[in-house]
């Protein structure tokens, strides 16, 4: 059996690299580093793949986020509502900016922001919500959009887990993710459904004046040559990672459907078994879709029950057998973003999704072998 990664990017590499090779060394030749070519193309390519009015590349998800939250004015004091479970960047960025992060709980099914809970936060400063597609599938962007066009809120996608992911609406419409709030974030990160071989990312919006604000800001502010009329800040895809993105890009939906491949054996082999949840794919989907497209399983996240998840991550490791706990403490719950005002039981999904959670490894290469190893290590040690 081949050795079992988490992410498997030198097999992924191995079938793409005389596109991506011999990309790299044109690029190297055309001396064009920044802005050149490739970053143009890119840019139209995703904007037709996503169906979208403009990409803005830039140097990394993190940045994408604030640079969307700079560029919709927010200002110190606005409040603007996230979910308590994901990576920190989403949190961070709303800090950095002097704004107010007000996280809320998520919901159990999805591990997705729950609609309910954004509800219930809204106050007179309340701006923006930002739902993050975690795990690769969308939140509940219906009633996200529904609360924002209520209260006239902005409505920020990120992204950065869900690319190529769809989120069908109740009443059968199907949009690419990202392409549905007023604007978006998305992180070409090299273990990314789409990534690039060092940081990269883009934000997205159908709203022109937007794009356009959003492309000075880019660019330290500039929409003139050193005439710099708002703050901003310098953040660039460079060439080399365009490239690598062209020669990924018409590949993503079969890449993803290898991901959404494995997660159904994976689901599969654990139908069974009482102690151990699968991923939930949200009805919204199902009851539209014939084969669901909208979860692109960047991580295919179990929770397990009545088990004592850190041993389990033990004795896979000690089997050979990767995996990650995201994430093991809710950001409420973290130095940098405790707060006062936050109330333990506002929080019970998160509580305990950080006790249960255990993602196993999730990528394009994985095989049967593999996948039948992985199950029955796991089931092996929830049967004990
Ligand atoms: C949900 C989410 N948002 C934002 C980011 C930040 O992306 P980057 O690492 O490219 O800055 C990540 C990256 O892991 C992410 O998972």
Known sequence: MRKIQMVDLQGQYESIKERVDSSISEVIKSAAFINGPEVHAFQKELEEYLDVKHVIPCANGTDALQIAMMGLGLKPGDEVITADFTFAATVEVIALLQLTPVLVDVEKDTFNIDPE????????????????????????????????????????????QAIGGTYTSVDGTSMKTGAIGHVASTS???SKNLGCYGDGGAIFTNDDDLAHT???????GMYQRYHHDVVGVNSRLDS????????????LDTYNKKRREAAEKYTKAFENIDTIIVPQIAKTCTSV????TCHVFHQYTLRVLDTDRDALVKFL??????CGVYYPIPLHRQKAYVDERYNEADFKVTNQLVKEVISLPMHTELDDEQINFITSKVIEFVNR
């Open 240 to 251: 080399i990672q365009a490239t690598v993105l062209r020669a990924k890009l018409p590949l």
């Open 317 to 322: 490791n000690e089997n050979g057998i990767p």
């Open 289 to 292: 879709c014939e084969k669901c």
């Open 188 to 190: 070409f990160f090299p």
């Open 117 to 160: 809970a954004v509800r219930k936060a809204i106050t007179p400063k309340t701006k923006a919500i930002v739902p993050v597609h975690l795990f690769g599938q969308s939140a509940n962007m219906d009633a996200i959009m529904e609360i924002a066009a209520e209260h006239n809120l902005y409505v920020i996608e990120d992204n950065a």
């Open 214 to 220: 959003i492309r000075g800001v880019v660019n330290h």
